[in-house]
Nanobody
Framework: QVQLVESGGGLVQPGGSLRLSCAAS????????MSWYRQAPGKERELVAN????????NYADSLKGRFTISRDNANNTLYLQMNSLKPEDTAVYYC?????????WGQGTQVTVSS
């Protein structure tokens, strides 16, 4: 059974930082491309960042480049998202996703709230 479990969310002040983690089990993690998505209240889910299965290639939503960094540890089956200089508009539920071929798996999400 595939499980993706996000953690690290919470309440942070504007300008602060958070590091999200996504622990994967039940799949060959190193063979999957991984992504972070987010969904703000009343909005559609949007892509935050992707990372190749090897970790050698990444891409980001244009609006987030320079503030967010996606990375992975294939030895420990974990995906990360480092978020810096957070803004109130970054408030959302953040989801990790694993994709290989036609298969996509989702985590349950972790809430990030940026507020003073």
């Amino acid at each position: 059974q595939v499980q993706l479990v996000e953690s690290g969310g919470g309440l942070v002040q504007p300008g602060g930082s958070l590091r999200l983690s996504c622990a994967a089990s039940g799949l060959a993690f190193s063979r999957y491309a991984m992504s972070w998505y987010r969904q703000a209240p009343g909005k559609e889910r949007e892509l935050v960042a992707n990372i190749h299965s090897s970790g050698g290639s990444t891409n980001y939503a244009d609006s987030l480049k320079g503030r967010f960094t996606i990375s992975r540890d294939n030895a420990n089956n974990t995906l990360y998202l480092q978020m810096n200089s957070l803004k109130p508009e970054d408030t959302a539920v953040y989801y990790c996703a694993a994709r290989r071929g036609l298969s996509t798996y989702w985590g349950q999400g972790t809430q990030v709230t940026v507020s003073s």
